[in-house]
C-alpha cells in the first residue's frame, strides 16, 4: 500500500500558488485539505467584496457560528461588523473579509503554529489577488500574525507591512463584551476611512 506524505508548509504553498484569480483562489482553499477540515462544519472561505473599495479586513479564527454558517462574522459579531464599517459609509458589499484561518478549531482554542503555517499561503495569495490599499486586523491573532504587534499595546496604531498601512483593531466579539472601547475603534475606523480617501 503506497504511503501517503503529510501535508507541509510546501505542499500549501505550492497549491496557493497555482490559482491567478480570486474565484479560483476561493475554490482551492474550499477544496484544500488542512487537518482542521476533519473536525470544522465548514470551510469559511473569504467574502470577496463584488464592488471593492480597496479595504481588506482579516479576523481572527472563525466563530461557532462562521462554522455552522460557513459565513465569516456571522451572528452578534457580524451585525456588529456590519454597524462599524457602516458608520464609515461601507457595506459588505465593497469590503472583502478574510479570517487567518479558514477552519475553525476544536472548541475554538487557539490554532498551533503548524496549523496557522499550513493556511498562512492561501492568506498570503489572497492578500496578493486582492491588492487592497488598507489591511485592517480584527483581533488579537489577526493583529500578531498580520501586522506582528500586540494588540493591546498596538490598537489603532497604523503599521506598515510591505509597504502597505494595516490597522489592528479591537474584534466585535471583544466590543460586544467591552462596550467601552468601542470609542476607540471608531477612531481606529475613522482614521482607515481617511486614509482610504487619501491613498
Do not use: C
Not at 480570486?22 to 470544522?40: D, K, Q, V, W, Y
Not at 475554538?108 to 489577488?129: H, N, S, W
Not at 488598507?134 to 500586540?150: F, Q, S
Request: proline content about 9%; overall charge neutral.
Amino acid at each position: 500500500m503506497p504511503r501517503i506524505a503529510p501535508l507541509s508548509v510546501e505542499t500549501a504553498a505550492a497549491a496557493a500558488a497555482r490559482p491567478t484569480d480570486t474565484g479560483a483562489m476561493l475554490r482551492m482553499i474550499s477544496e484544500f485539505n488542512h487537518p482542521l477540515r476533519a473536525t470544522a462544519h465548514n470551510t469559511v472561505v473569504p467574502h470577496v467584496a463584488p464592488a471593492p473599495n480597496g479595504l481588506l479586513i482579516i479576523t481572527d479564527i472563525p466563530g461557532a457560528e462562521d462554522d455552522a454558517s460557513g459565513r465569516i462574522l456571522s451572528g452578534a459579531a457580524g451585525e456588529l461588523l456590519d454597524k462599524m464599517i457602516g458608520a464609515i459609509g461601507m457595506t459588505r458589499e465593497n469590503v472583502s473579509i478574510m479570517p487567518i484561518l479558514f477552519w475553525r478549531t476544536p472548541g475554538g482554542r487557539a490554532p498551533t503554529q503548524g496549523e496557522l503555517a499550513l493556511g498562512r499561503p492561501f492568506v498570503d495569495k489572497m492578500i496578493e489577488l486582492l491588492k487592497p490599499r488598507v489591511i485592517i486586523t480584527m483581533g488579537t491573532l489577526a493583529a500578531t500574525e498580520i501586522a506582528h504587534v500586540d494588540l493591546a499595546k498596538n490598537h489603532g496604531a497604523i503599521q506598515e507591512i510591505d509597504g502597505r498601512p494595516v490597522m489592528p483593531i479591537f474584534h466585535p466579539n471583544y466590543l460586544l463584551l467591552k462596550p467601552a472601547a468601542k470609542r476607540d475603534a471608531w477612531n481606529a475606523l475613522q482614521a482607515v476611512q481617511n486614509m482610504l480617501k487619501n491613498a
